[in-house]
């Protein structure tokens, strides 16, 4: 018999394949079209696929997937190329027995800090949920649609999915952007989409922005005429969101804003002004805006308890590369390891208590009022409200070789070089881990630790997810306990091409 081993990360299996290409022979004979294009993982191991020049790139890549029984997120060409999910084969200039390299798709968490709820992408595309069922938890009414997602976000109580077709699929409140009709179809093309608190915002490849909602979060851009008028003309690049308004940076450098005042939805500069061009990306508290611009300085809005106003700080604010948002604060890392912080100073906006070791710091995770920076030897300060935690005293012989920090709203998760998961901050938000989920956790090594507004859910190596904090918050999962099992594989389903 003419087999193939499959051996990979996931596992090695057997797929027959004389069948299936004696069934393709004949069927190429009926249609001489058909084409057999390979299709390779990193590890080397490929398999035949018999296609048709119209086919689109997701429909071989779906294939491959299925017959590899690995999610694949995309298919790349010999010269590096990654080819568009929905172009046809024949754009993509494909011919028979070309061989195109897979990347492989990995199980990945949703959630936030003002979601009660979690979203499992599994490896294949399909999707699980869990928590409160009236905030994203229960997402069976539009299971049928949640196939081959992408990229799943999250608002404080609805789900929206991004399939690999750039369709959008949600669920969940619907005041809380659980239902996208009115725009369904627009959202068509969605590279991207960000979440208020209570509305949606997706950006199409084109550079459009479609919003929906509530009108006060956002959720209605055409209420602001000039804004509107504005976005519609120009290219959007990128958008943020703080709990109750949008900023969008424009393509030509600018920014626009929109939804709450209060929180950042009023930009107080046009787009003639010079303060707001040359903008590279935007950040985000609960209440406040930080615009990082191309030289390495800082803009900030909104709020000025929550981070709305850097002067203070700005003659520091100089060689900015990152920047990180608590709730009502923000820290900036320069260029050279430092640090600097401004904004609610209960909240993580005062530093000066740990600023001589916050040097050669590489990243910064946030909770509602806390900061925890990992440097570059792997070791974390924190800083900020110590019930938020500000304060990892107790777990600090702990905290080495740290690899990532999440944190809740109260609590923080590290992830360490070995795979080892160490937590702190408020119990009930997840700053401590019960016995039998530490049980699970030593027994595997942990891929990716994600929070919603007072759990953490972790995705293991074995293929297993865990979760713990307030179990009314997705803290408890055993209700969907069986589907979080082997989440790195396929699911042995027929495909829908």
């Known amino acids: 018999m003419d087999r193939m081993f499959v051996d990979d990360f996931f596992g090695g299996h057997w797929i027959d394949s004389t069948s299936k290409r004696r069934e393709a022979g004949s069927q190429r004979l009926a249609d001489p079209r058909l084409m057999e294009v390979h299709v390779a993982l990193l590890s080397g191991q490929s398999?035949?696929?018999?296609?048709?020049?119209?086919?689109?790139?997701?429909?071989?890549?779906?294939?491959?997937?299925?017959a590899l029984a690995v999610?694949?997120?995309?298919?790349?060409?010999?010269?590096?190329?990654?080819?568009?999910?929905?172009?046809?084969?024949?754009?993509?200039?494909?011919?028979?027995?070309?061989?195109?390299?897979?990347t492989v798709r990995m199980a990945t968490l949703a959630s936030t800090r003002q979601s009660m709820a979690f979203a499992l992408m599994r490896s294949d595309g399909s999707v699980v949920t869990w928590g409160p069922t009236d905030r994203g938890g229960d997402s069976s009414e539009v299971q049928h649609q949640l196939r081959d997602v992408e990229r799943i976000v999250a608002t404080g109580g609805a789900f929206a999915a991004v399939r690999a077709d750039r369709r959008v699929v949600t669920w969940g409140e619907s005041t809380m952007g659980g239902n996208c009709s009115a725009v369904a179809m627009q959202l068509q093309d969605v590279v991207a989409v960000r979440g208020t608190v209570h509305a949606f915002a997706a950006l199409t490849g084109g550079g459009r922005v479609i919003t929906w909602g509530r009108d006060e979060a956002g959720g209605n851009l055409g209420v602001v005429a000039a804004v509107h008028s504005t976005i519609t003309r120009t290219?959007?690049?990128?958008?943020?969101?703080?709990?109750?308004?949008?900023?969008?940076?424009?393509?030509?450098?600018?920014?626009?804003?929109?939804?709450?005042?209060?929180?950042?939805?009023?930009?107080?500069?046009?787009?003639?002004?010079?303060?707001l061009q040359g903008v590279k990306s935007l950040h985000a508290t609960s209440r406040a805006f930080a615009a990082l611009k191309e030289d390495g300085t800082v803009v900030a809005w909104g709020d000025r308890t929550a981070g709305g106003d850097a002067r203070l700080v700005r003659p520091r604010l100089q060689g900015v590369v990152q920047i990180q948002g608590s709730d009502y604060a923000f820290a900036a890392i320069l260029a050279d390891g430092g640090v600097v912080t401004w904004g609610c100073e209960r909240a993580g906006g005062d530093s000066t208590a740990v600023q001589e070791q916050l040097k050669d710091v590489r990243s910064i995770a946030a909770t509602e009022a806390a900061f925890a920076a990992i440097r570059g030897d792997?070791?974390?300060?924190?800083?900020?409200?110590e019930l938020s935690g500000g304060d990892s005293s107790h777990v600090q012989q702990q905290l080495e070789d740290v690899a990532n920090i999440t944190g809740s709203v109260a609590a923080f998760a590290a992830i360490l070089e070995n795979g080892k998961v160490v937590t702190w901050g408020d119990p009930y938000s997840g700053g401590k881990i019960p016995d039998t989920v530490q049980s699970q956790l030593d027994a595997s090594f942990a891929q990716q630790v994600q929070a919603s507004r007072q759990a953490f859910a972790a995705i293991l190596a074995n293929g297993t997810v865990v979760s713990w904090g307030h179990p009314l918050q997705g803290g408890n999962s055993s209700m969907v306990a069986p589907e979080l099992q082997n989440v790195h594989q396929v699911a042995l389903q027929e495909a829908d091409f």
């Open 47 to 66: 398999v035949a696929i018999w296609v048709l020049p119209d086919d689109t790139v997701n429909k071989l890549r779906l294939q491959a997937q299925a």
């Open 71 to 102: 999610g694949l997120a995309g298919l790349v060409t010999q010269s590096g190329e990654l080819l568009k999910g929905l172009a046809t084969l024949q754009e993509c200039q494909l011919q028979h027995g070309d061989m195109v390299h897979a």
């Open 235 to 275: 290219k959007v690049r990128d958008v943020v969101a703080t709990d109750y308004a949008f900023a969008a940076v424009l393509c030509d450098g600018t920014v626009q804003a929109w939804g709450g005042p209060e929180f950042g939805g009023h930009c107080p500069w046009g787009r003639s002004d010079k303060e």
């Open 378 to 385: 792997g070791s974390v300060v924190t800083w900020g409200n």
